[in-house]
């Protein structure tokens, strides 16, 4: 009976000692998807974390990456926001500007990461968010069965896309009817978004102009390209065998490969613009763990060894593997993974001819202004110049909005 009660009162003290130790709870979003595999990936990573960390549960949900920035600032006006933000470079704008996010310079060792990375959220001198993934840019991506070599000019381009054009293929394809793939021709004219300043809106120039009639050129002239096409046309076109080549994202990179086999997928640097010279400068940015204002304590300490662990060589390689993405730390993107590997050599050679995404909330002014005049040019109902007038004319009177 003596042994029983012994027994008894070792296991309430188990049992208190156990209740005492509650796990800290981390709520993270991200706007990774399922589409290429970004959420299955992100979850495994967390699973992996807790089996390290028993005292920390991390609890992940998937949003949109729209959606996401309006539940959080929603969310964070009602003092309900997540702890931390698995996301996009450009959310750091509007989450800085209504103080919702951290700086994160003085938490982590920023050192270790690749420098153009760490640049894709400076804001105000501060850094806003811990590097995850790099890249997030266009590139020329081709079929090998149809393209030897990728053309190293635009006249190149050209040439080639319109000996492979025939009545159910296309020499090329893109999405046409977002400015995000404008932008990087629009550096291969020499021109930019903003002037030097950063925030003042550039649009109206012959930059622009000529890139926007370099755009309407490739379908309604050289007819190397659909009468209309979105990014799902383009993306459907290229994995059909239907498109030869296909200017699109790095995210695109393993459901390429899985579709067409690896051996089948070329990737190289958006060529050069003939006309000038120049390269195209596609925007960089990567995902980033950002985190909310008010985390401190062991939450925040819980926060930064995810971010420690999801950033260590190990994880960083397996994003690599996993998702064909290039690797924030320095380490991993100077490994035989990267540099031995066709696919992401050609991912990070582009990456290193690309700029940068502006993050600054005068950014969706010149996205939103940009939009309906390219489609309105590429539909043939105005002239780039007119496109151009109207662009800066947009931005302009949206960016007085936000004073």
Known sequence: MRHVKVLAVVLACMMLLASSVQAVTVQLWTQEGEGDGGFAFVQKLAKAFMEKHPDVELVVVSKDTEVLREDYQTASLAGDAPDVLWTVSDHSGPFTKAGLIQPVDELVDLSVYVESAVQGVE???KIWGIPLANGNHLMLLYNKDLVKEAPMNTDDMIKVAKELTSDDVYGLVWNQIEPFWLVPWLGGFG????????????L?????IDTLQFLYDMKAVHKIMPNECDYGGADTLFKEGKAAMIVNGDWSLKDYQNTLGADKLGTAALPMVSATGLWPTPYTSGKFLMISAGVEGEKLDAVL?????????????????TLSRLPVLKEALASDKVQNDPILRGSADQMSKGTPMPVVMEMRCNWDSMKPEQNSVMAGKKSPADAAVDMQKAAEACIKTLQ
């Open 123 to 125: 804001v105000d001198g």
């Open 191 to 202: 021109g930019k978004v903003f002037a030097d300043d950063g925030v003042t809106p550039t």
């Open 204 to 208: 109206n120039t012959k930059a622009m």
């Open 305 to 321: 060894d995810f971010a420690e662990f999801a950033a260590s060589l190990e994880s960083q390689l397996d994003l690599i593997e």
